[in-house]
């Protein structure tokens, strides 16, 4: 069952988020020297990352021993606007210089995405040391959830969600930036933890959909099938996004 944790808008909510990562990295570096964490884009996440710039988060973390992977990207140029590596550039990496050594970005840019995929895969494996068929564990997952009930590039009803070998595959959007590349569900589900960052009225609706689910098939919602096991899953959430929850939430 997921742990579903539930703040105040703004400031309550990326306070109570950056702390529950803070004390996941330091969990991590204490196990074994380091902290793997795969972000997420978008307007939710960039209100964390600009949070952790600030003095009262900055100097807490350390900054040395984590590592940033990315959980999709959208094949466009890392300097392009609707780049996930570009925001997090912007309101992460260079606020913090943060060294390029530890920052592995997805390559959107690459003609052949196919073997963008498969290169990122290649460098997860080398980083975890996960030989094939073995899946690379992440330390922390950050993901974000979409209108129809997306996260990652992982949308309903493409071949993507199926994937049970690759750990990094071509996604398909049916909106936007078509091509995508992205981390399947055997890496998502075998992360330490993985934390969805939610806020706003908008998603109240798809909130509930994927955490009370009823008639919609769990395939139509992939977020439902974020499962992770034996790591732990959460949901970050302000009272707008679970607005709509009722089984005793």
């Known amino acids: 069952m997921p742990d579903i944790r539930i703040a105040r808008s703004g400031r309550d909510w990326s306070w109570r988020a950056s702390e529950l990562i803070l004390q996941t990295s330091e969990q991590a570096i204490r196990d074994h020297g380091r902290c793997l964490i795969a972000l997420a884009g978008g307007s939710t996440p960039k209100t964390l990352y600009e949070a952790w710039c600030q003095p009262e988060w900055k100097p807490q973390f350390d900054w040395n021993h984590i590592t940033f992977l990315f959980g999709d990207e959208r094949c466009v140029p890392p300097t392009h606007p609707e780049s996930n590596y570009a925001m997090a550039e912007a309101t992460l990496f260079h606020p913090l210089s943060i060294r390029p050594a530890s920052i592995h970005r997805m390559e959107g840019e690459r003609q052949d995405q196919v073997a963008a995929a498969r290169d990122y895969e290649a460098r997860l494996r080398t980083l975890t ?121």
Do not use: C, Y
């Open 129 to 249: 040391n996960s030989p094939v068929p073995d899946f690379p564990q992440l330390d922390l997952v950050l993901l974000g959830l979409g209108d129809d009930g997306h996260t990652a590039s992982l949308f309903p009803g493409t071949e993507a969600l199926q994937d049970r070998i690759r750990a990094v595959t071509v996604g398909h959007a049916p909106k936007g930036v078509p091509l995508r590349l992205t981390l399947t569900l055997g890496v998502i589900n075998r992360a330490t933890m993985v934390l969805f960052l939610v806020t706003g009225a908008g998603k109240a609706s798809v909130v509930r959909a994927v955490l009370e689910p009823g008639t919609v098939e769990e395939e139509a919602l992939p977020a439902a099938m974020v499962k992770p096991e034996p790591g732990r899953l959460i949901w970050m959430l302000d009272h707008a996004a679970a607005a709509q929850l009722t089984r005793g939430n």
